[in-house]
């Protein structure tokens, strides 16, 4: 059914420059279990948003546009005094921001492993985690593949011979670090996936700011005309962010 509803997808003109099909899966080929079919997203990459925002982060701070300042809502009316306008950037923190009492949050927990194939292990690959006590890399045995790869679970190649493996949604959880039950999921689909032996180096979590209706929340608050919220982006904020940034501080310029 997969199969079929892909090469439907395929054959419409809108998709033709972004999907396709494959015989194979290339580089992920000699890792995997038989009986897969496979496909393939054109123009796809992975922006590496850590050294995006650290790099951007350290630029303002060298143009003296960014300054690293603790608040607390208590302060925000005496702030007023000092700026025009404050825009909450909080994350999934905002869902107890009294300014915006009726944002529709609704925020999940999201897991991912980050693995690696220790018999493809090379010398030549310059930060390649080892376990505790490993000192000498094994012998390379097939070439690690450099393009993600999704079943259910989406695996990033990282560039030091490990991958980024994930990721989870709870919707119920009691704390924001990463559980045995997370774990456990992620590993269930790489169990049914690969033929290839992988070790788990690390296990993280995140809390994402998700909203009721999947919608960004970005505007005035009802209880004072100059703060504002930016937030509510979700799994897709990377891509979101500077299209809702710019009309945000369009209105904003406008006040």
Known sequence: EEANDWAIRCAQP????????????GAWGQFLKPGFHFGVIKKSARVNLPMLIATFRQHAISEGIFM?????YEEIETLMQEYDHIVFCEGWRAQTNPFFPEAPFRVSKGEALIIRFPNRL????????LPTGQTTLS???????????????????????????GSTYRWHFEDTLPGTEGRDYILGYLHEMFDEPFE???????????????RPV????????????????????ALLAPFFAEQLAREICKS
Not at 14 to 25: C, K, P, Q, R, T
Not at 200 to 214: E, N, Y
Not at 221 to 226: A, E, I, W
Request: proline share 6%.
């Open 218 to 237: 970005v505007g005035q608050s009802k209880l004072n005309p100059n703060v504002f919220i930016f937030n509510g982006l979700g799994t897709k904020g």
């Open 200 to 214: 788990v180096v690390d296990h993280v979590a995140g809390i994402r700011p998700t909203m009721i209706d999947r």
């Open 122 to 129: 090379t010398s030549s690959m310059p930060g390649t985690r």
């Open 139 to 165: 012998r390379q045995t097939g070439a690690l593949p450099t393009e993600m790869l999704k079943k259910t679970m989406l695996l990033v190649p990282l560039g030091d011979g490990t991958f980024w493996v």
């Open 14 to 25: 809108e998709y033709s420059d972004h999907l396709g099909e494959v015989e194979n899966a």
């Open 68 to 72: 690293e300042r603790c608040i607390e």
